[in-house]
Structures are given as structure tokens and as C-alpha cells.
């Protein structure tokens, strides 16, 4: 694993400020781990900002929703370690008046960001809707309860607090996806630039997986990372959060987590919305 050719390499890796992601990266960022000679450059910022700087190929390294992945497969590859996948952990799409699925076609709604896979899901269920609004995600919810918005979809650690601020479900979308695909859904997951080497790339693949077991094998430091940057500063809605988003798919994807976003990219394809995939999308294609 060592190799010393890259002992001076230097890396950007973008992640964002959400109990999961901190989680995550804590250990690489703080070189709790082994990091074979590779230098971590941290950039923090919300994910569709994110996926914004991953369009313009800005960062090395950088989590990414999947319904942006679409647009980036000529940049950038998949890493098997760090996605956010699983089950009943989709975006929500809320409000604070009764208001039923038939009506959207007729109501604002505030997303949290044009190429997230919330906006990618709410466009698949909900096609004739009204005027949308981008908004940053930890902002929607107060939209929604000022009435700046009829409705938002909400993402991370809102599916925890918005009922608790007198707001309702309308849908939960990641129920629709999982119903319509069998599969878990595929949120967002940890992309690598192509032209970063391919040993590199497992190196660093193989550095996320060492960061999720350490922030495991030792919660108490990891958590008090997170407490600086997480919006909600509850600590059991963060350990709600990460014990949702970081599961057996973030240390690795197994056959069913890469069956999933197989699906994804299949469905994206025969709705038009991208015409094919580059292959190959993994740097590392995931045991069969």
C-alpha cells in the first residue's frame, strides 16, 4: 500500500458540514490514520455547493450527490467507500398546512439545490408542479413555517426535527424510490477526479474506509468534531443522523449498494435524462 512516489502528494477533498460527512472524514482530516504519505487539503460547504465546484472540476476529492454524478462521469470516478445509501432515509417533502400530493402542481417549493438527488426524486414523483425555489437545505424549514414557500423538500438532519417545528409530511420520497426501484437509495457518494492515478485512488478509497472504522472504534473524538459544524447541535438528532447515513455502505459497497446505483444510472438513462455512462464509474468496481 505504501508508495513513496506519493509521499508529497496533495489532495483537495470536499466535504460537507452534516453530521455524516464529519463523521466520516474525521479521522483523514486530523491524520488519525495512516495516510500514506497523501496531504488532505479540507474544502467544507454545503452539497449542492459542492456539486457546483465538482461541475467546474474544482476538487480532487468531494462528496456529491448522485443526481449530480450523472453530469460528472467524464471528470470524475465513484469511490466504494463513504456513499450515503440505505433505507427510510430519503428526502422528506413537507408542509405546514394540509396539502396533498394533487396539489402541488399549484404550490411553490423550495429544494435544496438543482442537481441534489432530493430535487432528481421530487421531479420523478412530483412532474407537474409549481414554481421552485433553491434554497440552502438547513434554510427550507423556516420557509416553510414563514410561508415564504407552500412546500420544501427537506434533506439530513431535517427528517428529524421538522415535526417538532409543527410541520407535516406530505411524501417521503425515498419510500417512493425504494418502491419504485427495490433497491436502496442512492443519496450521495465520494468522487475522485480521473486523472488522479488509479493506485491513488484506491489509496484514498481505502483511507475513507480507515476513517469510518476509526470514528466507530472511537465515537467520543469523533463527535466532538462534529459538534463544531453541525446546523442542529442536539447531539441525539447527530447521532440519529449518523447512525442513518453511515452504515455497511459507507465502509463499502457490496453487490446490492452498486445493483443500486446501477438502477440509478439505468432510470436516468431511459428518462433521458443523460444519454449514456462512461464507464468505467468506480475507480474500483465492487467485488461480485
Not at 419510500?175 to 468522487?191: D, F, K, V, Y
Not at 476513517?211 to 462534529?226: G, T
Given at each position: 500500500m505504501l508508495l513513496s512516489s506519493f509521499a508529497t502528494m496533495k489532495l483537495t477533498l470536499g466535504c460537507s458540514p452534516c453530521p455524516n460527512d464529519t463523521f466520516i472524514?474525521?479521522?483523514?482530516?486530523?491524520?488519525?490514520?495512516?495516510?500514506?504519505?497523501?496531504?488532505?487539503?479540507?474544502?467544507?460547504a454545503d452539497v449542492e455547493a459542492?456539486?457546483?465546484r465538482a461541475l467546474?472540476?474544482?476538487?480532487?476529492?468531494?462528496?456529491?450527490?448522485?443526481?449530480?454524478?450523472?453530469?460528472?462521469?467524464?471528470?470524475?470516478?465513484l469511490l466504494n467507500s463513504?456513499?450515503?445509501?440505505?433505507?427510510n432515509c430519503g428526502p422528506l417533502l413537507i408542509s405546514k398546512r394540509i396539502i396533498t400530493p394533487?396539489?402541488?402542481?399549484?404550490?411553490?417549493?423550495?429544494?435544496?439545490?438543482?442537481f441534489t438527488t432530493a430535487n432528481f426524486l421530487f421531479n420523478i414523483f412530483f412532474p407537474s408542479h409549481g414554481e421552485k425555489r433553491e434554497m440552502l437545505f438547513s434554510d427550507i424549514e423556516e420557509a416553510v413555517l414563514n410561508e415564504v414557500v407552500d412546500v420544501g423538500v427537506i434533506i439530513h438532519e431535517n427528517r428529524f426535527t421538522y415535526q417538532k417545528k409543527g410541520l407535516r409530511k406530505i411524501?417521503?420520497?425515498?419510500?417512493?424510490?425504494?418502491?419504485?426501484?427495490?433497491?436502496?437509495?442512492?443519496?450521495?457518494?465520494?468522487?475522485?477526479?480521473?486523472?488522479?492515478?488509479?493506485?491513488?485512488?484506491i489509496i484514498i478509497n481505502n483511507l475513507i474506509k480507515a476513517?469510518?472504522?476509526?470514528?466507530?472504534?472511537?465515537?467520543?473524538?469523533?463527535?466532538?468534531?462534529?459538534k463544531q459544524h453541525a446546523q442542529e447541535m442536539d447531539?441525539?438528532?447527530?447521532?440519529?443522523?449518523?447512525?442513518?447515513?453511515?452504515?455497511?455502505?459507507?465502509?463499502?459497497l457490496d453487490q446490492e449498494g452498486y445493483n443500486a446505483i446501477d438502477f440509478f444510472m439505468n432510470y436516468a438513462i431511459k428518462h433521458n435524462i443523460i444519454n449514456d455512462r462512461i464507464y468505467p464509474l468506480f475507480s474500483k468496481k465492487p467485488a461480485q
Open positions: 472524514f474525521y479521522a483523514m482530516l486530523h491524520e488519525k490514520i495512516d495516510m500514506h504519505g497523501i496531504s488532505i487539503k479540507h474544502v467544507l459542492l456539486n457546483h467546474n472540476a474544482e476538487i480532487d476529492i468531494v462528496k456529491i450527490s448522485f443526481a449530480a454524478y450523472l453530469h460528472l462521469q467524464s471528470e470524475y470516478l463513504g456513499s450515503a445509501l440505505g433505507s394533487h396539489d402541488i402542481s399549484s404550490c411553490t417549493i423550495a429544494i435544496p439545490g438543482k411524501a417521503d420520497l425515498g419510500e417512493l424510490w425504494e418502491h419504485l426501484s427495490g433497491h436502496p437509495i442512492p443519496l450521495g457518494g465520494i468522487a475522485i477526479k480521473r486523472s488522479i492515478d488509479s493506485n491513488t485512488a476513517s469510518v472504522l476509526y470514528a466507530f472504534k472511537h465515537p467520543a473524538e469523533a463527535i466532538a468534531f462534529v447531539e441525539e438528532v447527530m447521532w440519529q443522523h449518523i447512525k442513518l447515513y453511515v452504515n455497511q455502505y459507507t465502509i463499502g
